[in-house]
């Protein structure tokens, strides 16, 4: 086998696992951006359903100032709510916990109901 022959081999053999290796790199954050996106859409869901949890409670106060409860469920689709409201004078504080999958996201919100009823509160926890 002459020199150049074998230079040529050994520079192709370097060449394609280079080549190799930054295929596998691309592929592996590719994949790694598409499992980010669909764990930020099951975050999104958990958001939007105990928003729904506290959407709920808002309606339930609105037709009677003085609902309460210790805990109340709903389910939508694949993801589940819970929520109390605790009365404190005149306001209404709603604990309102959404899960979707591995995912939940807790809410407090405080409504005032003196005079119509008004959120003075809404904070993520």
């Known amino acids: 086998m002459n020199k150049n022959g ?3 081999l ?3 053999i370097i060449i394609g696992a280079s080549a190799l290796i930054m295929t596998k790199g691309a592929a592996w954050f590719s994949l790694r951006g598409l499992d980010m996106s ?3 859409d099951q975050g999104s869901k958990a958001k939007y359903v105990a928003e729904a949890c506290i959407n709920d409670a808002l309606l339930r106060l609105q ?3 003085n609902f309460s ?3 109340q469920s709903i389910n939508i689709n694949d993801c589940e709510c819970t929520y ?3 009365s404190d004078t ?3 504080i709603i604990n309102s916990s959404g899960a979707c999958e591995n995912f939940n996201i807790d809410l407090k919100t405080t409504a005032n109901i003196q005079n119509g009823l008004t959120i003075s509160k ?3 926890n």
């Open 6 to 8: 074998f230079s040529v």
């Open 10 to 12: 050994v520079l192709v």
């Open 38 to 40: 669909l764990d930020s």
């Open 63 to 65: 037709a009677d100032n």
């Open 69 to 71: 409860t210790s805990s």
């Open 84 to 86: 109390s409201v605790i």
């Open 90 to 92: 005149f306001d209404r």
């Open 122 to 124: 809404w904070e993520y």
